[in-house]
């Protein structure tokens, strides 16, 4: 993986995290309002920022910030996932579904996914 992909998905995930934090601590697009979570996913596009401040002489610590924050929103979109499948599972033993789109961070969980292809393509790129 070049130096040029590495500040490309670094910049990528800074800015997309960024919106998605904003998104949901205000509640704009799809996601219910939780600025408790939204300031976790804004930590997690800080870990992107601060890869970008590393130089390019040594771009294994880039790929370092590039492979932590990968992890992290892989992390968070398996918690997000396990928070809508207990919100279901409650609905179902007390009888009733109290589940609707906005439940389930949509965007997160796309970031998620696709952070989860980056971080194979940066573990590779390691060996």
Request: charged letters at 10%; proline letters at 2%.
């Amino acid at each position: 993986m070049s130096a040029r992909n590495v500040t490309i998905l670094l910049i990528f995930f800074t800015v997309l995290l960024s919106f998605i934090a904003l998104n949901t601590i205000f509640g704009l697009f799809l996601v219910d309002t939780n600025p408790a979570f939204g300031i976790i996913i804004f930590v997690n596009a800080l870990i992107y920022f601060y890869g970008l401040f590393e130089s390019n002489s040594d771009p294994k610590r880039r790929k370092a910030h590039l492979l932590i924050g990968s992890y992290f929103s892989y992390l968070l979109a398996i918690f997000q996932l396990l928070f809508v499948f207990a919100s279901w599972l409650n609905g179902r033993i007390e009888g009733y579904c109290s589940i609707n789109l906005q439940a389930l961070n949509l965007p997160l969980v796309v970031t998620g996914l696709i952070a989860s292809f980056v971080n194979e393509q940066v573990k590779k790129a390691y060996n």
